[in-house]
């Protein structure tokens, strides 16, 4: 078996016989190769426009809950930018890194164009494609557009979506709509040019350098205006924000009314991420990043009427695969060069009706577990955070060893909410425990009273209800929302009797973004 297709019926295995038809039938197109609402909404149809449910039921970005399921790629057309920003340096580039403006290659849109209909014959739920970088999209608008056109002609099915820092954005949202690009990102960290200033040491504009606040003002300015027209023109628009603490932290309640006041329909704010080795002006004068409590805090304050984003793994500019994994290094041009792409939209639309059909089955799962919750009542104001360790699909499928991450879960008696993800490293490696490793996982979830695991080891375990953290592996490859739930409700039950007495844990003290987003 090719390595393709191995990876293929592993992809299918949680959809059961009939998609391994598919993946065995090679429908999927590949041969060859060698390599490798909440936000939105979760529930579907009925709390938004259809139209606007069309839009974003399978965007892994505009959707929490289509980020279990449906993948994104970005393609590296966009080199140069327009500013700057203190947390961002293009210059650096590793291949094992994952944040926003590290790339491996550079594309032009025609390569572009052939990595993405070889993304899409070998992951079939990979439906959007997005700009990111490494520079800025509309910094960049013949690469950019060009490459828009070739994919809209050679893969009509996928989704278009593009990310700015917004300056040049007024001058191009009539050629967005006219590319039926439905999804737009602006990064807005203020808008409040004396808060801009320590932010943005200079922009280019119209052919001219400004700095200080005068750079600050205009791009606020032009920020908010290509908003509007975006808005106007009934284009999705999400805001990206970077949480610098001391810097914009409490600004940023400020910002979140501006763009919702203007019709942003999500808000992303991220962590700063920023290290000395990392050469930008944050990491090299030492300006921290929020820790994961002082992030959730913002997103919490932030949240009202307008939708929330906590699911954001901050990509690199060629990211390709589901949130939280990195496939770039299977697409590189040389791999491409020698894969034997057949882009087949008739098997794509037929994986895709089977991941939905397993979506609608863990959203029923939760609703089924929510009504049960419902009888609860009155739960002492009781919460609790859950870590989860998966590899995707909505359910608790990886093993604690071998998680990178864990996605964290808010339950109380008013159901379950994804809140976030914490990095960790990996516990497992080369088949043994690692103990230092363990000790920052420990730190990463140390506000979490339980995780879920689809298997664990003695020793792991140990320690981690020594930390009083309750390891727990009976909701092994169950719906994670539905798991969540039953376990909330359990723990309720044993605090009811007097078996354990409720705990408000402590908060994490892991530093969010330890490995930033700009862009995106
Ligand atoms: Fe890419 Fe951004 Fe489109 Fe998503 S990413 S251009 S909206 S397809 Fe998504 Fe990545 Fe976060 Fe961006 S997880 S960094 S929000
Ligand atoms: Fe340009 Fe984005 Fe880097 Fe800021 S983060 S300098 S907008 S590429």
């Known amino acids: 078996m090719d390595r393709t297709a191995y990876v293929r019926v592993e992809q299918v295995k949680p959809l059961g016989d009939l998609m391994q038809q598919i993946a065995e039938h090679k429908g999927c197109g590949t041969s060859g190769g060698s390599g490798k609402a909440s936000c939105g909404s979760s529930d579907g149809p009925e709390d938004m426009a259809p139209e606007v449910w069309e839009k974003v039921k399978n965007h892994p970005c505009y959707s929490e809950e289509a980020h279990h399921h449906y993948a994104r790629m970005h393609v590296a057309v966009a080199p140069a930018c327009n500013i700057q920003c203190n947390y961002c340096n293009r210059k650096y580039d590793c291949a094992n890194e994952s944040r926003p403006g590290v790339v491996s290659e550079k594309l032009t849109p025609e390569q572009a164009a052939k990595k993405v209909l070889a993304v899409a014959s070998t992951i079939p739920q990979m439906t959007v494609l997005g700009i990111a970088g490494p520079g800025d999209a509309l910094a960049n608008p013949q690469k950019t557009f060009k490459t828009f056109e070739l994919i809209a002609k050679t893969a009509p099915d996928i989704k278009l979506c593009l990310s700015t820092n917004g300056l040049a954005l007024p001058d191009y949202v009539d050629e967005i709509a006219a590319c039926n690009v439905d999804h737009v990102t602006i990064t807005v960290n203020m808008v409040d040019p004396e808060v801009g200033q320590h932010i943005y040491p200079w922009i280019y504009y119209k052919k001219k350098r400004y700095t200080g606040i005068e750079a600050a003002k205009i791009l606020t300015e032009r920020q908010m205006q290509g908003l509007e027209m975006l808005t106007a023109r009934g284009i999705l628009t999400k805001i990206n924000s970077v949480m610098i603490p001391g810097i914009n932290d409490k600004h940023l309640v400020e910002v979140n009314k501006a763009v919702k006041s203007r019709g942003a329909f999500l808000h992303n704010i991220m962590p700063l991420i920023s290290a000395p080795e990392h050469g930008t002006v944050f990491g090299l004068n030492g300006q921290r990043g929020p820790t994961a409590q002082e992030l959730k805090g913002l997103q919490d304050a932030c949240e009202g009427e307008m939708n929330m984003m906590r699911h954001c793994r901050q990509c690199r500019a060629d990211a390709v695969g589901l949130l939280g994994e990195d496939r770039s290094a ?30 609608q089955a863990t959203v029923m799962a939760k609703k089924e577990e929510q009504e049960h919750l419902a009888k609860l009542a009155d739960a002492e104001g009781i919460s609790v955070l859950v870590a989860v360790a998966t590899k995707g699909h909505g359910k608790v499928n990886e093993h604690f060893g071998h998680a990178s991450e864990f996605q964290i879960y808010e339950v109380n008696a008013k159901g379950s909410k994804f809140v976030g993800h914490r990095r960790v490293d990996l516990y497992c490696q080369g088949g043994y425990g690692e103990e230092d490793a363990l000790a920052t996982v420990i730190r990463a979830i140390n506000d979490c009273h339980a995780v879920f695991v689809a298997k664990i080891g003695g020793c792991p375990k140990e320690d981690l209800t020594r930390a009083g953290i309750d390891p727990v592996d009976r909701y092994a490859h169950q719906p ?41």
């Open 330 to 359: 299977e697409f590189t041009t040389e791999k491409i060069e020698t894969m034997d792409v057949v882009y087949d939209a008739e098997s794509r639309k037929a994986y895709q009706e089977l991941v939905e059909r397993e979506r």
């Open 480 to 520: 994670i929302e539905q798991s969540a739930i039953a376990y909330f409700m359990e723990y309720v039950g044993k605090v009811r009797s007097g078996e354990i007495q409720h705990q408000v844990r402590g908060d994490a003290s892991i530093r969010q973004g330890a490995v930033l987003a700009p862009t995106a």
